[in-house]
């Protein structure tokens, strides 16, 4: 941001935070911001994220045009570039400041703005290609795919979408493909270790998960030290002798999975040579793939098949989770990595190309063209029929994006029959079955078209003499009668 020679007046736009920005949460949930790496908040306002950051025992400086205009912006590992495009009305400086936000970042440059959705809020006359408030204060809105192309195009690089309006731009491939690496592929936690028979025990619990024994390179330090005075041999005879045969075999089947998914992921937004990739999946492909090549054909199969209508219409059919619907398959978050591998990459793909929501509950996959819906019930677990407070869709044959919010709304919609959405081992799934049979014996059920909404659902209730006491239905009180 080169000057202060400004049409509008950009000090009003920042505000002060108690709790870290959307950006820089999104970043330290993702473990990019962390206790070793250092952070700059570029265009920082008011200070908040670097307060927040610091109060964390986090690395982190911040510079402002106005507000710490003395600060000399220096290099960081991470970068934030938050809420700082919308406000620039001239398409250079824009550009400019994305630019010089790229030149300091050493690791990552995290790009936030207000979206389109936004729009109702922001008002004031057409001014350059965005909006002048009546506060002079500027605002250019992005779509989620206008600002990916936007960074993408400015700083040369791939891009991933972290969360709407949140873009990473990496510096090294290698930083991208580790960060898919860790959203794509299951993490397998190690045990606690303090001693040689716990750390033999760890190895064996990630031999049965991940299908294969693990590399000195991917265990803990302090079990490298607990298993030093074991040779390699020697502890690949204990650990293949304590080892379950089938939990490696099923380890072994779900790696494979996980390693196609991520290639194919990868092709979707740009695929590295073998080196390139994180060296847990490097080993993966080398244990479970006659190839590279022959793991990246068998990849751009699967992503193939997502063209296939017929074939992700059968995938749906086949799920073991989710509710399935004329138009669409419906999943719950804690199920989602249960479905059939070409739906997960569905998903994936959709999330890369425009950013999960945060906050999101149940994933909505069309099963004719390619769109994917995330849907906000915040009282998901403790509402026996929450109501939609959100939903956001990215249609992936134009990577336009559409969000409709019902907070406002008088008679939101709901759901029902909960336990379709959830797996059948899901801890809430046995409670939520048992409430379904319940009102389905009440005659809840008998009219579909009328219980979508809060007020149509009521009536039935009311209509059939019945009341919700949490997840339990009872007989509704009679109302006390005036003398």
């Given at each position: 941001?080169?000057?202060?020679?400004?049409?509008?007046?950009?000090?009003?736009?920042?505000?002060?935070?108690?709790?870290?920005?959307?950006?820089?949460?999104?970043?330290?949930?993702?473990?990019?911001?962390?206790?070793?790496?250092?952070?700059?908040?570029?265009?920082?306002?008011?200070?908040?994220?670097?307060?927040?950051?610091?109060?964390?025992?986090?690395?982190?400086?911040?510079?402002?045009?106005?507000?710490?205009?003395?600060?000399?912006?220096?290099?960081?590992?991470?970068?934030?570039?938050?809420?700082?495009?919308?406000?620039?009305?001239?398409?250079?400086?824009?550009?400019?400041?994305?630019?010089?936000?790229?030149?300091?970042?050493?690791?990552?440059?995290?790009?936030?703005?207000?979206?389109?959705?936004?729009?109702?809020?922001?008002?004031?006359?057409?001014?350059?290609?965005?909006?002048?408030?009546?506060?002079?204060?500027?605002?250019?809105?992005?779509?989620?795919?206008?600002?990916?192309?936007?960074?993408?195009?400015?700083?040369?690089?791939?891009?991933?979408?972290?969360?709407?309006?949140?873009?990473?731009?990496?510096?090294?491939?290698?930083?991208?493909?580790?960060?898919?690496?860790?959203?794509?592929?299951?993490?397998?936690?190690?045990?606690?270790?303090?001693?040689?028979?716990?750390?033999?025990?760890?190895?064996?619990?990630?031999?049965?998960?991940?299908?294969?024994?693990?590399?000195?390179?991917?265990?803990?330090?302090?079990?490298?030290?607990?298993?030093?005075?074991?040779?390699?041999?020697?502890?690949?005879?204990?650990?293949?002798?304590?080892?379950?045969?089938?939990?490696?075999?099923?380890?072994?089947?779900?790696?494979?999975?996980?390693?196609?998914?991520?290639?194919?992921?990868?092709?979707?937004?740009?695929?590295?040579?073998?080196?390139?990739?994180?060296?847990?999946?490097?080993?993966?492909?080398?244990?479970?793939?006659?190839?590279?090549?022959?793991?990246?054909?068998?990849?751009?199969?699967?992503?193939?098949?997502?063209?296939?209508?017929?074939?992700?219409?059968?995938?749906?059919?086949?799920?073991?989770?989710?509710?399935?619907?004329?138009?669409?398959?419906?999943?719950?978050?804690?199920?989602?990595?249960?479905?059939?591998?070409?739906?997960?990459?569905?998903?994936?793909?959709?999330?890369?190309?425009?950013?999960?929501?945060?906050?999101?509950?149940?994933?909505?996959?069309?099963?004719?063209?390619?769109?994917?819906?995330?849907?906000?019930?915040?009282?998901?677990?403790?509402?026996?029929?929450?109501?939609?407070?959100?939903?956001?869709?990215?249609?992936?044959?134009?990577?336009?994006?559409?969000?409709?919010?019902?907070?406002?709304?008088?008679?939101?919609?709901?759901?029902?029959?909960?336990?379709?959405?959830?797996?059948?081992?899901?801890?809430?799934?046995?409670?939520?079955?048992?409430?379904?049979?319940?009102?389905?014996?009440?005659?809840?059920?008998?009219?579909?078209?009328?219980?979508?909404?809060?007020?149509?659902?009521?009536?039935?209730?009311?209509?059939?003499?019945k009341e919700l006491r949490g997840h339990r239905l009872v007989r509704r009180k009679e109302p006390i009668q005036a003398k």
């Amino acid at each position: 941001m080169p000057g202060l020679h400004w049409e509008s007046d950009r000090r009003l736009t920042a505000i002060g935070r108690s709790t870290l920005s959307i950006a820089a949460r999104q970043a330290v949930v993702d473990g990019e911001v962390n206790s070793s790496t250092s952070v700059l908040d570029y265009g920082s306002g008011r200070g908040g994220d670097v307060r927040g950051l610091r109060e964390m025992h986090f690395q982190a400086e911040g510079w402002d045009p106005y507000y710490a205009s003395e600060t000399v912006p220096q290099p960081a590992d991470v970068v934030l570039l938050t809420y700082v495009l919308n406000i620039i009305e001239d398409t250079k400086e824009r550009r400019e400041a994305l630019q010089a936000a790229w030149g300091l970042a050493e690791r990552l440059l995290v790009v936030t703005t207000r979206l389109t959705w936004d729009r109702s809020k922001v008002r004031g006359r057409q001014y350059e290609d965005g909006v002048l408030t009546s506060r002079r204060t500027f605002q250019h809105l992005f779509s989620p795919g206008e600002l990916r192309a936007y960074v993408e195009e400015t700083c040369g690089v791939r891009c991933v979408s972290a969360a709407p309006g949140i873009v990473y731009a990496f510096k090294s491939d290698d930083a991208r493909l580790t960060y898919l690496a860790r959203r794509i592929v299951p993490h397998v936690a190690w045990l606690a270790s303090g001693d040689t028979g716990s750390a033999i025990a760890s190895v064996v619990d990630y031999t049965q998960r991940r299908g294969r024994l693990p590399q000195l390179e991917e265990m803990p330090a302090e079990m490298v030290k607990l298993l030093a005075h074991l040779q390699p041999k020697e502890l690949q005879r204990i650990v293949r002798k304590a080892a379950d045969p089938e939990k490696v075999d099923a380890g072994v089947k779900a790696s494979t999975l996980s390693t196609l998914l991520f290639l194919a992921v990868e092709l979707f937004n740009g695929r590295g040579p073998y080196s390139s990739l994180p060296i847990s999946l490097q080993l993966d492909v080398r244990a479970f793939f006659s190839s590279y090549k022959e793991a990246c054909m068998r990849a751009d199969r699967l992503l193939l098949k997502l063209r296939d209508d017929a074939y992700v219409r059968g995938a749906m059919q086949a799920s073991n989770v989710g509710k399935l619907t004329p138009t669409a398959l419906y999943v719950h978050r804690r199920a989602i990595d249960q479905m059939p591998t070409v739906l997960r990459l569905y998903e994936h793909c959709a999330s890369i190309a425009a950013g999960r929501p945060p906050s999101w509950s149940v994933a909505k996959l069309r099963h004719q063209g390619r769109a994917v819906s995330w849907l906000v019930y915040p009282e998901f677990d403790t509402d026996p029929h929450p109501k939609l407070r959100s939903s956001y869709m990215v249609d992936l044959t134009t990577l336009k994006t559409t969000f409709k919010s019902y907070e406002e709304a008088a008679n939101r919609p709901l759901l029902h029959r909960k336990h379709e959405f959830l797996a059948a081992d899901d801890p809430d799934a046995l409670k939520c079955r048992r409430l379904t049979q319940s009102e389905v014996r009440a005659g809840l059920y008998e009219n579909p078209h009328l219980i979508g909404t809060e007020d149509g659902w009521e009536a039935e209730l009311v209509r059939c003499g019945k009341e919700l006491r949490g997840h339990r239905l009872v007989r509704r009180k009679e109302p006390i009668q005036a003398k």
